[in-house]
């Protein structure tokens, strides 16, 4: 089984604060990842994708990849209430379904 | 422009009924993916459409399970005789064309999803 493994939270920050959501996967021919935002009971919202090593920033939002350590971030500067959500991390091997993870919830707290 | 749109958006039904499922993509995106989330479980991969055809079945539960897509567009996800393990929400994605051999991989925009009950 090729997983894809996030820490189901909930994480905890102030306004203000910086998040940091991680995730971890086994599949080393995964080559792509995709973060999504989940408000409960709605549909996943793509917020980054990277396909390559290294940062990849995008407003407030930075995504890192690590294909070495098989390793991916989600970095939210300046947090907001409005972030409050839950976080899907999701490879690709095969050019096509996504593998994801099941999530990290996250509370930013006014 | 218009995002992914699917119908129902909620449906209640029997054990023992079929059901149908509807997708319509993003107006230009030639792939189409289903999947589903039950509760408290991770997006479980059904099936990939590239146009109307479905090179990756392989996530599909069980042969009560079938899905088409007609001109390219529009997909119908079928499930026949229903069980309560069929509960969840049906989620559809799609995205600008994956390619074969291109393993990069198009990022997928998902439609409000339809929450299947089965009583």
């Known amino acids: 089984q090729k997983e894809v493994e996030q820490n189901s939270g909930p994480l905890s920050v102030p306004e203000g604060a910086i998040a940091s959501l991680n995730c971890t996967y086994s599949?080393?021919?995964?080559?792509?990842f995709f973060w999504y935002r989940q408000y409960s009971g709605k549909s996943p919202e793509l917020i980054m994708f990277?396909?390559?090593?290294g940062d990849k920033e995008d407003g407030r939002f930075t995504a890192q990849l690590n294909k070495a350590s098989q390793y991916v971030s989600l970095l939210i500067r300046d947090s907001q209430p409005s972030d409050s959500a839950t976080y899907l991390c999701?490879?690709?091997?095969?050019?096509?379904?996504?593998?994801f993870g099941k999530g990290t919830s996250l509370l930013v707290t006014p | 422009g218009a995002g992914v749109s699917q119908s129902p958006s909620n449906k209640v039904t029997e054990k023992g009924k079929d059901v149908e499922l509807r997708c319509d993509p993003i107006?230009?995106?030639?792939?189409l993916y289903w999947y589903r989330q039950s509760l408290g479980q991770g997006l479980e991969f059904l099936i990939y459409?590239?146009?109307?055809?479905?090179?990756?079945k392989s996530g599909l539960p069980s042969d009560r399970f079938s899905a088409e897509r007609t001109g390219g567009s529009v997909s119908t996800l079928t499930i026949q005789r229903t069980q309560q393990e069929d509960s969840a929400v049906y989620l559809c994605?799609?995205?600008?064309?994956?390619?074969?051999?291109?393993?990069?991989?198009?990022?997928?925009?998902f439609g409000d999803g339809t929450r299947l009950s089965i009583l």
């Open positions: 599949d080393r021919g995964s080559q792509s």
């Open positions: 459409f590239q146009g109307n055809s479905a090179p990756d």
């Open positions: 107006s230009g995106h030639t792939a």
């Open positions: 999701a490879g690709v091997n095969s050019g096509y379904a996504l593998n």
């Open positions: 994605a799609s995205s600008l064309f994956s390619g074969q051999g291109v393993y990069l991989g198009q990022p997928q925009h």
């Open positions: 990277i396909y390559s090593n």
